[in-house]
């Protein structure tokens, strides 16, 4: 069973793009204090040296993105990694490159964790560990002009659309959309692989493609940059999916000592500030969990 969530099914969707800002809410978020308990629970080498080095894609809010001055990493997940850390008493360090480099950069071990609203899923925890605290929902998105794109998930079918290469919209359109359309004797949707998110932006303001999916979390700040009006669609078939930090498998010492500091700002208060903030209330979970993709797999509606 799933933990119990702050969201009762996917039908809060079309509400989320009214709720979610563009900015965040003027809330200050407090300085933690430093738990020597928990500090003590780090990697020797991340004691040593008193920070965490961490990858991201600062490309959207409310996930992370640059401030006006693209001077500061900004954002939900930003906001959340810095209190965790001020409690586990280092510093983080945070480093913004494009999606496709996020993982290997992990991987490779030039940083120590990754974070960029990263989705667990069984596959990437053959060789991550996911310490998820919040919940993802994707949504569909199109021109305002195009009326064509409804909620039933057949009016898709045989359309043009691209994703991100290496994210799971992917799978989502080739193993859940498209075979939703060959069960019930329709094209599949034409899917195309492109190198940004903003590349997949392009494409529909210029026409080259139907339709895109993305957080439905990022609706309103997708809104106040697209050049042309766009609208979200929901869809029974985007899952819910759990979202996270992730460290290297053999990292347990880190990922013990990341979850630790998740507990501690869930019980003091700050987690729930900082959504709040980022009025991502929605989506949050009741308690942080390791790769809980498959310890609590939710129960997503099948094509």
């Known amino acids: 069973m799933p933990l119990p969530l702050k969201i009762l099914s996917v039908l809060v969707l079309p509400l989320l793009a009214a709720i979610v800002p563009a900015a965040a ?20 080498a991340v004691r040593a040296s008193g920070r965490i080095t961490l990858v991201t894609d600062a490309h959207a809010l409310p996930c992370e993105a640059f401030d006006d ?29 494009d999606f496709p480099g996020v993982i290997p950069g992990l991987q490779s071990a030039r940083y120590d964790m990754a974070m960029s609203c990263l989705t667990d899923r069984p596959d990437r925890e053959e060789s991550m560990t ?35 290469s290496g994210i799971s919209y ?26 940004s998110r903003a590349a997949v932006l ?17 609706a309103a700040d997708l809104k106040a940059k697209a050049p042309k009006p766009v609208r979200m669609v929901a869809n029974r078939f985007l899952p819910r999916s759990y979202t996270g930090f992730a460290v290297r498998k053999d990292d347990t010492a880190l990922a013990a000592a990341l979850q630790a500091g998740l507990k501690a700002i869930y019980e003091n208060g700050t987690y729930d500030l900082i959504a709040k903030k980022w009025q991502l209330e929605p989506l949050k979970l ?3 969990g390791i790769n809980l993709a498959t310890a609590q797999p ?6």
């Not at 300085?31 to 020797?44: E, N």
């Not at 859940?176 to 492109?194: D, F, Q, T």
């Not at 339709?211 to 439905?216: E, G, I, N, R, V």
């Open 130 to 164: 996911f310490i998820d605290y919040w919940m993802g929902v994707a949504a569909i998105y199109t021109l305002e002009s195009d009326t064509s794109v409804t909620e039933d998930p057949l009016t898709l079918c045989g359309l043009r659309t691209a994703a991100q």
């Open 202 to 218: 392009l494409a529909l303001y210029a026409g080259r493609i139907d339709f895109a999916l993305s957080d439905t979390a990022a």
């Open 25 to 44: 809410a003027d809330i200050a978020i407090p300085v933690q204090d430093a738990d020597p308990a928990l500090h003590a629970l780090l990697p020797d």
């Open 69 to 97: 001055a693209r001077q500061t990493i900004v954002g939900f997940e930003p906001d959340v990694i810095r209190a965790v850390t001020q409690k586990l008493g280092v510093g983080v360090e945070m480093t913004s490159t």
């Open 286 to 288: 009741e308690a942080p």
């Open 170 to 195: 992917i799978d989502m359109i080739n193993n859940l959309l498209s075979v939703h359309c060959e069960k019930n004797g329709k094209p599949r949707i034409e899917l195309s692989e492109l190198p």
């Open 298 to 303: 939710f129960d997503n509606p099948k094509p």
